[in-house]
């Protein structure tokens, strides 16, 4: 059974920094696309960025500039390096990763406090 797991997360003040990973057990196949969505209390879940096969990356705005993500192609792992986080970054973030499928993680907590 594919099962991307995360790993990092946790508390920071405002301004401070954050580094999420992510890896995949139980694959024989390389993800396509790998990236990070997050849910903040009482909203949508959405994405945060997202990268290709050929480490083409793409970030939400309010993200842009302040967070990277990169991988390890063929590899099933990532990492998102979170800096000047703000407390509206506070969420549960997701690691997503796809082939044919859509795999996610159970959720890392990041809470940036003000």
């Known amino acids: 059974q594919v099962q991307p797991v995360e790993s990092g997360g946790g508390l920071v003040q405002a301004g401070g920094s954050l580094r999420l990973s992510c890896a995949a057990s139980?694959?024989?196949?390389?993800?396509?696309?790998m990236g990070w969505y997050r849910q903040a209390p009482g909203k949508q879940r959405e994405l945060v960025a997202i990268?290709?096969?050929?480490?083409?990356?793409n970030y939400a705005s309010p993200v842009k500039g302040r967070f990277t993500i990169t991988r390890d192609y063929p590899e099933n792992t990532e990492t998102l390096q979170m800096n000047d986080l703000k407390p509206e970054d506070t969420a549960v973030y997701y690691c997503?990763?796809?082939?044919?499928?859509?795999?996610w993680g159970q959720g890392a907590q990041v809470t940036v406090s003000s």
């Open positions: 997503y990763g796809r082939y044919d499928n859509e795999y």
């Open positions: 139980g694959t024989i196949f390389s993800f396509e696309d």
């Open positions: 990268i290709t096969s050929s480490c083409r990356a």
